[in-house]
């Protein structure tokens, strides 16, 4: 019976940590909020040519340049 309280008092002290910890956007500001089309399109053709199936879950962005374009 004490097994199975430490395990489960393991558990819980896990997930409270996993929850705790601070979300940071560290690299928010390199992203614009545009998709980037060229690549979706790409991928996706190639999918479409092998018979595959693409799930996008998030799409890929386009990158800032250093001039910020």
């Not at 008092?9 to 909020?33: I, K, M, N, V, Y």
Request: proline share 3%.
């Amino acid at each position: 019976m004490t097994k199975a309280k430490l395990l489960a008092f393991a558990g819980c002290a896990s997930l409270c940590a996993c929850t705790g910890t601070p979300h940071r956007e560290a690299a928010t500001d390199r992203w614009q909020g545009e998709v980037d089309v060229t690549k979706v399109n790409t991928v996706d053709r190639w999918a479409l040519d092998h018979g595959a199936t693409v799930l996008w879950l998030k799409y890929p962005q386009k990158i800032k340049t250093g001039d910020g374009g």
